[in-house]
């Protein structure tokens, strides 16, 4: 019975001395791994190259010439001066930019910015500028 038990005991100890052995070769693989994979990785302190869009910027005009501005936008643009010129009480501006943005996109007259500077100027300033 003796035998057996100090079979099992040293059994034991070997196995708990490979055991030891194991996890600290796998400790130094991993550590080495590690450190091949630092070196051999991108480096931290070098700025890697960023994909930054190109801008483009439209080719400028031919002398004397100016650039296309798409016909509502400029009539939205002095309908939005109109009434500004309405809200500080400058009819005549206010009629005279209206009628501008009319002829260029007669559409837009129903704009609501559009009614509110031809209601203001109806009313010669009844619609007060809020403050």
């Known amino acids: 019975m003796k035998t057996v038990a100090r079979r099992v005991e040293r059994m034991q100890e070997t196995f708990d001395r490979h055991v030891g052995q194991m996890a600290t070769t796998a400790m130094v693989i991993l550590f080495v791994v590690a450190c091949a994979l630092r070196c051999l990785g991108p480096r931290h302190d ?72 031809r209601d203001m100027i109806d009313g010669k300033g009844s619609k007060r500028a809020p403050r």
Do not use: Y
């Not at 010439?65 to 009539?75: F, K």
């Not at 206010?94 to 609501?112: K, S």
């Open 46 to 117: 070098e700025a890697a190259p960023r994909h930054t869009p190109e801008v483009t910027e439209p080719a400028p005009a031919p002398r004397g010439q100016t650039l296309a501005v798409p016909d509502a936008t400029r009539a939205r643009a002095l309908r939005h001066e109109a009434l500004s010129a309405c809200r500080a009480q400058q009819w005549s501006t206010c009629e005279t930019r209206l009628d501008q943005a009319d002829e260029i996109d007669p559409g837009g007259a129903g704009d609501p910015e559009a009614q509110e500077a």
